[in-house]
């Protein structure tokens, strides 16, 4: 059974800084992709960044890059997602999901099958 437990959320000021985690279990497949959603209020989930779990290919939505960076620890099975330089507009529930659909610059969030509850980001202007 797969399952994905994200931590590290919560409310900051803008400037500040949050490290998401996703601590992974499960999994039914050896080369797969983790990634980062997060979703605000009243708007469509949206693309943040992912990592291969092996090869450690990364990859940033737009609106991040040189703010975010993802990282991940195999030993523990856990993939990180350290936010510095936090803006208001990046509150929302983020979410961490595991596939295998192959790589790309971009992801959907109908890429990934599996999914975690979600961490609550709040950044304060």
């Known amino acids: 059974q797969v399952q994905l437990a994200e931590s590290g959320g919560g409310l900051v000021q803008a400037g500040g800084s949050l490290r998401l985690s996703c601590a992974a279990s499960?999994?039914?497949?050896?080369?797969?992709?983790i990634a980062w959603f997060r979703q605000a209020p009243g708007k469509e989930r949206e693309f943040v960044a992912a990592i291969t779990w092996t090869g450690g290919s990364t990859t940033y939505a737009n609106s991040v890059k040189g703010r975010f960076t993802i990282s991940r620890d195999n030993a523990k099975n856990t993939v990180y997602l350290q936010m510095n330089s936090l803006k208001p507009e990046d509150t929302g529930v983020h979410y961490c999901?595991?596939?295998?659909?192959?790589?790309?610059?971009?992801?959907?969030?109908?890429?990934?099958?599996?999914w975690g509850q979600g961490t609550q980001v709040t950044v304060s202007s």
């Open positions: 499960g999994l039914p497949f050896s080369m797969y992709t």
């Open positions: 999901a595991v596939d295998t659909p192959g790589w790309r610059p971009v992801f959907s969030e109908y890429d990934f099958t599996y």
